[in-house]
């Protein structure tokens, strides 16, 4: 095989150069979270950047979260897109009083006087054997509140676009970017830019089963769909991209066609997303379904060490290609 | 104190603090009467604070302030009129009627809230501050909060995050002694907030929070040095409630006593007494003032009370901004 094609990249790529994008685009735009500048950011997203932009606009904080996201707010209220970078999802919790009570509720409570134009990024999800404290996917939380936008970029050109149409937003934009996904290599078409933050995707066309999906099982949910195929059976692969508001015009298009679902999400499965979705689909499209609705969700236990364990605690493709099975069984696809 | 007293601007602190005492105790009536619901907070007996402190501010300086925060609402110039309707919940108030007693946000005072988590404005404030110093613009944000605060996480963040970037923020700290029904002591290993505040390398002060000159003197001040590039700058305000925490507290916490003690050092009383000993208010004056304000808070409470219910249909807006006004203020490439 040939040298790779220059625009080949990495999804930990495309997050700095959407970064580095918006610092040059627009001045009142800058950074900051725990270890982002010196350090060069947990996951290496930010490397680079406090030599090209200066420690002005690459700020690394303190480990103080709940401060530094609500300083964010501020700062958005002040007249300046501040971008935050909250380590991960665990860590998130520590600002939950932050995000919840006052980036949601301000501009509703102040009747629409104030708008809270912040960014907050963090990094979600298991499979790296990080244990308890540092692989939980708990954006479905997040996307239960009103007044928040959540996104998940699950491919390398989201991952580049998704940045600059959440900072074009006036209202809080939180990004999920799932752990597992910054060593994925992909290209990036010529002139990528800001993506659409409002609709889901169709990843993968197919006729007989829909899976929903978004973030870091997408990747998993098209291997299934792959290993479906090889069976005859052709899996339609939805990509949420956004947890709130949720595209479910998208969803209930496809439901309709296959007539079949499962949605697949990393969360725990007692009060998860894929609930949400799954009920949206009963409320709406029950009598186009010709197959109970199914998921698969992260196992409900702290996600452990051991990588067995971690394993078997997470959706994986072949949960996914059974739960399709035992929906369509092998030859009688439609 | 008499010795450099502005006899215009001791009058205008005493009409300040006569419109927040008397806003109030209308509001603790029309909370007896149904018009106004939910938790009502009143600031009765702590008016020298937000009326000396707002001397200090700007036209395009920011305030962040708690769920008691009527008086500072009214100190910092909304109008009287907008914040009853606010208090009733009718679309006309100044937050639409959305938030209510604990929630008052007002843009043209750049009056950010009207924060019910305690301790919650606190990162608000260091964020605003730090926008000004982002921008290069002169601006101070003012951040008033309780005693109770300091207990939380983000007091000791936001001191550390203010004073580590040495950002534009006034910290106006009421101390009032009780954390709603804890006393300071009960809460608190360090009662001396003044020297918790040094701790993190900012310079700290301490004030008499019943003397509406001290603290107009020591706010000015603060925020001279805030304003002129010498990062934040804590103020604590010993004040007293003379009410209850709320409209729901029984007060069963503190001795009737104690609260009869310190009524005797009343802000609008002090003041009144030092106004009349220099001769810049007699009997008279005092009671025209009082029925001006009066005459102001009655038409508040009319304006609240003609006001409209904001409809039903409407109930979901102000969640997101409409897309109508997303490209507002955004500079796009």
């Known amino acids: 095989m040939a040298s790779p094609p220059a625009d080949r990249v990495t999804y930990r790529e495309a997050v700095r150069e959407a970064i580095r994008e918006a610092l040059l685009r627009d001045p009142r735009v800058f950074l900051m979270g725990e270890d982002v500048g010196r350090y060069g950011g947990a996951y290496a997203v930010s490397k680079g950047l406090l030599a090209e932009f200066g420690p002005e606009r690459i700020r690394d904080t303190p480990l103080s979260e709940s401060t530094f996201v609500g300083a964010g707010i501020g700062a958005a209220l002040g007249g300046t897109r501040p971008i935050v970078e909250v380590m991960t999802v665990n860590f998130s919790l520590l600002a939950l009083d932050q995000i919840v009570n006052n980036a949601a509720t301000i501009r509703h409570m102040s009747g629409g006087g104030f708008s809270v134009p912040l960014v907050i990024r963090m990094a979600t999800g298991a499979g790296r054997q990080l244990a308890a404290q540092h692989a939980h996917s708990l954006e479905g939380w997040f996307a239960h509140v009103p007044g928040l936008r959540i996104v998940t970029p699950a491919t390398i050109e989201d991952a580049r676009g998704m940045l600059w149409t959440a900072l074009e937003n006036p209202d809080p934009v939180l990004i999920f970017e799932h752990q597992a996904l910054y060593n994925l290599e992909g290209e990036l078409p010529a002139g990528a830019g800001a993506v659409d933050i409002d609709r889901a995707a169709v990843r993968r066309p197919g006729r007989d089963v829909t899976l929903v999906t978004y973030g870091g099982t997408l990747v998993k949910t098209l291997a299934a769909a792959e290993t479906l195929a090889g069976e005859n059976i052709h899996a339609e692969v939805i990509d949420l991209r956004t947890l709130r508001p949720l595209d479910m015009d998208t969803v209930l298009a496809s439901v309709r066609k296959t007539r079949r679902v499962v949605v697949v999400d990393e969360g725990w499965r007692s009060g998860s997303l894929a609930g949400e979705i799954l009920a949206r689909i009963a409320e709406s499209a029950f009598y186009d379904l010709d197959a109970p609705v199914r998921r698969v969700c992260s196992a409900e236990v702290p996600i452990p060490y051991p990588k067995h364990l971690e394993d078997a605690a997470l959706p994986q493709p072949a949960a996914v290609v059974e739960a399709v099975r035992a929906l369509v069984p092998a030859g009688a696809a439609a | ?333």
């Open chain 2, 1 to 333: 104190m008499t010795g450099t007293l502005d006899a215009v601007r001791a009058q205008h602190l005493l009409r300040e603090m006569l419109r927040i005492r008397r806003f109030e105790e209308k509001c603790a009536e029309l909370y007896s009467a149904g018009k106004i619901r939910g938790f009502l907070h009143l600031y009765i007996g702590e008016e020298a604070v937000a009326a000396g402190a707002m001397q200090a501010l700007a036209a395009d300086d920011a305030v962040v302030a708690t769920y008691r925060e009527h008086g500072h609402a009214l100190a910092r110039g909304i109008p009287a009129e907008a914040l009853m309707a606010e208090m009733f919940g009718k679309q006309e108030g100044c937050s639409r009627g959305r938030g209510g007693s604990m929630h008052v946000f007002d843009a043209a005072t750049r009056f950010y809230g009207g924060n019910a988590i305690v301790g919650g404005g606190l990162p608000i404030a260091v964020g605003l501050a730090l926008a000004d110093a982002y921008l290069g613009r002169q601006r101070v944000t003012a951040c008033f909060f309780g005693d109770g605060a300091t207990a939380e996480g983000e007091f000791h963040e936001s001191m550390n995050l203010a004073a580590l970037w040495r950002l534009p923020v006034l910290f106006l700290c009421e101390n009032n002694l009780y954390a709603m029904g804890t006393r300071i002591e009960r809460a608190l290993s360090q009662t001396d907030l003044t020297a918790k505040a040094r701790t993190y390398g900012m310079p700290a002060e301490c004030v008499d929070g019943m003397d509406v000159l001290a603290v107009e003197r020591a706010a000015r001040q603060a925020a001279d040095a805030v304003r002129g590039g010498g990062g934040p700058f804590f103020l604590e305000c010993r004040t007293y409630r003379f009410r209850a925490h709320s409209m729901f507290d029984a007060e069963l916490y503190r001795d009737k006593a104690e609260v009869e003690d310190w009524k005797k050092r009343d802000p609008i009383a002090l003041l009144r007494t030092t106004l009349e000993a220099a001769a810049i208010v007699d009997e008279a004056a005092a009671a025209r003032l009082d029925g001006e304000v009066q005459r102001e808070i009655a038409r508040a409470v009319e304006f609240a009370d003609a006001g409209s219910w904001e409809p039903v249909e409407q109930l979901t807006r102000d969640v997101y901004t409409p897309a109508a006004e997303k490209a507002h203020g955004f500079a796009a490439s």
